[in-house]
């Protein structure tokens, strides 16, 4: 029993859905036959040649967008062009005074008097110490030690020669021979330092100033130490040039030096000249692709209204194109379009009408079934 109901169920649910079947295929029939009614009155209402002319209309304003689209890219590569330009003529401006800076130098340099206004330039400058530099610096102190050494013992004669001059006279009147205690001094020279000779002459000026400066014995001991010393004194002064010569060999080194830092100011400038070959060829070569630019922005010349947003618009007008030639397309054939689509169109009977299910063949609820589908 509960078997029996269960199949008139399902050929109740077969019913309903061949019902809504056939409900779904007239409302297509009737949503093509709408179609081609609108079709027709839009053929009736506009000519082949409206079509024609409203897309070709479109297709014009479509090439304008695009042509604007184009231009605004070009605009946009043009003004970062003229800044590319602008930063290359701030950095050749840069590097330009750079170059008359280390001009100036290079003519200020060459009236530098002093090592430490070199020393000076060089710091400033970032100018590491070449071997030229190097070697010149040294060679003036070595010259400077020099003259100071050859200052300190003309001073140091001028002291013993000052003593002996008044010395001598005092052994003289008292009948001592100089002489040969100047020979007696000399036959053994002797080396003295610096410093033995500042003890000694402030020991000598102690002993003329106290009482025993009246001593034969004590001052011919002194006018020989003072023989003795000017004797080393001379010794040393002869291996020294004179003073003009130290002087002139200073000038040479200092201009040795002078030149070294001025050539390495030379260096410098012409790396700066090269920045700025570099950066003309540049400038050259934007200024070229800006002309080139511009002349493409002037032939592309744009006679319509520019929106802000172009690429969407675009799209509107690409998508207003494809609708206009949809609805042209089935402007040669509308009449003919109706009798297709309702061969198209089969209304099929359900299929619970043209199939008995084998198991219910015989029975008394299959006849039943059957009058009530009927």
């Known amino acids: 029993m509960a078997e029996e109901q269960n199949k008139l169920a399902a050929f109740e649910l077969a019913k309903q859905k061949a019902v809504q079947e056939q409900q779904g295929t007239e409302q297509k029939l009737q949503m093509r036959e709408e179609s081609i009614f609108e079709h027709k009155a839009l053929i009736e209402s506009k000519s082949l040649q409206w079509f024609e002319e409203e897309n070709k209309r479109i297709s014009h304003v479509i090439e304008q967008l695009q042509r604007a689209l184009r231009l605004r890219k070009l605009e946009e590569e043009l003004a970062a062009k003229k800044r590319d330009i602008a930063v290359i003529l701030d950095k050749r401006g840069q ?38 530099i190097t070697f010149g610096i040294n060679k003036l102190e070595v010259i400077r030690e020099k003259i100071n050494e050859f200052e300190k013992l003309r001073t140091y004669n001028e002291q013993f020669a000052a003593a002996i001059s008044y010395v001598e006279p005092l052994l003289t009147s008292a ?92 260096k410098q400038q012409a790396h700066y000249l090269e920045l700025d070959r570099k950066w003309q060829a540049d400038l050259e070569r934007k200024q070229q692709e800006l002309e ?49 689509l309702k061969r198209n169109v089969k209304l099929k009977r359900p299929r619970w009408k043209n199939k008995k299910p084998e198991r219910l063949k015989s029975s008394r609820k299959w006849k039943r079934c059957k009058k009530v589908c009927r």
């Open 95 to 132: 590097v330009a005074a750079v170059i008359d800076e280390k001009n100036a130098l290079a003519a200020n340099t060459e009236r530098v008097k002093k090592v430490d206004g070199l020393m000076q330039v060089m710091n400033e400058q970032k100018i590491e110490e070449t071997p030229a």
């Open 175 to 266: 009948h001592v021979p100089v002489s040969e205690l100047k020979e007696q001094a000399l036959a053994r020279p002797e080396s003295f330092t610096s410093s033995d000779m500042d003890f000694f002459l402030e020991r000598l000026r102690t002993v003329l100033k106290s009482t025993r400066r009246d001593e034969p014995g004590v001052l011919e001991k002194a006018l020989t130490g003072l023989y003795k010393r000017q004797n080393s004194l001379w010794r040393r002064g002869a291996k020294l040039k004179s003073a003009e010569a130290y002087i002139e060999d200073s000038k040479r080194a200092f201009q040795g030096v002078k030149k070294a830092v001025c050539d390495e100011l030379v």
């Open 292 to 340: 080139a630019l511009e002349q493409q922005c002037g032939e592309l010349a744009v006679a319509i209204d520019i929106p802000s947003d172009i690429e969407g618009a675009i799209r509107e007008r690409k998508a207003e194109q494809a609708a206009l030639e949809k609805t042209k397309l089935p402007m040669n054939r509308p009449r003919s379009r109706l009798p297709n």
